[in-house]
């Protein structure tokens, strides 16, 4: 079935630094590839669409500078927490649909700590 | 965007009985498709069961089966004969950035 790698599974960076969160598709090919944020016992809310080749699509109140989504190829997506702090101390995931799949894929998560 | 309810932030079960995580839904769309997802708490996105909004025949797969009600824009998700390790966060989604509702905690007793 299709696999979302996703990488790191969990990072902790200090206050300040920029963190880079990978995400590839293994063995399909992925267009489109969200990005969802979940702080603990909440729900996963999507922060932005990401278009291989073209500038990802921000949801609503999510800062385009402080979350860069860069979709270089058709298997990875990456995500920069730039000038992390605290509050952005969550954890990330992303999905991607396989064509041949009803379901999204989902990969593992990133659990980022910034202290 | 879509919006997706989920009333039941916390529910408990027996072990070997069946149990109902409710779902409702808004949308506009005139064909959608509507998933459920476990989570547990290692955090992976678990996929469980799809249902096409044109679907005339509720979906199953496996212990898991779909209450879908069109008109009521529901969607429940049935787990029968459940077992300690379906404990975990159940989230019901749709659209095509695929929204999710706030969840509902299952906890399963021996």
């Known amino acids: 079935g299709a696999v979302v790698s996703q990488h790191p599974s969990w990072v902790i960076c200090k206050s300040g630094t920029s963190v880079k969160i990978e995400c590839r598709s293994l063995?399909?090919?992925?267009?489109?590839m969200f990005w969802y944020r979940q702080f603990p016992k909440q729900s996963l809310m999507l922060m932005a669409t990401?278009?291989?080749?073209?500038?990802?699509?921000?949801e609503q109140g999510v800062e385009k500078d402080k979350f860069l989504i860069n979709h270089a190829s058709l298997t990875l997506s990456t995500l920069t927490v730039t000038s992390a702090h605290p509050e952005d101390s969550s954890f990330y995931i992303c999905s991607a649909r396989d064509t041949g799949h009803y379901g999204y894929t989902f990969g593992s998560g990133t659990r980022l700590t910034v202290v | 965007a879509q919006k997706i309810t989920q009333t039941q932030p916390g529910m408990f079960v027996q072990e070997k009985e069946a149990v109902t995580l409710d779902c409702t839904y808004d949308?506009?769309?005139?064909?959608?498709?509507l998933f459920w997802y476990k989570q547990p708490s290692s955090g992976e996105m678990i996929f469980l069961i799809y249902q096409g909004s044109y679907d005339e025949q509720n979906a199953t797969e496996g212990r898991y089966s779909l209450n879908f009600q069109k008109a009521r824009k529901s969607a429940n998700l049935v787990i029968s004969a459940s077992q300690l390790g379906d404990s975990a966060m159940y989230f019901c989604a749709t659209g095509n950035q695929f929204y999710f509702g706030t969840g509902t905690s299952l906890t399963v007793i021996p």
């Open positions: 063995d399909f090919q992925a267009t489109t």
């Open positions: 949308t506009s769309d005139q064909s959608y498709g």
């Open positions: 990401s278009n291989e080749g073209s500038k990802a699509t921000y």
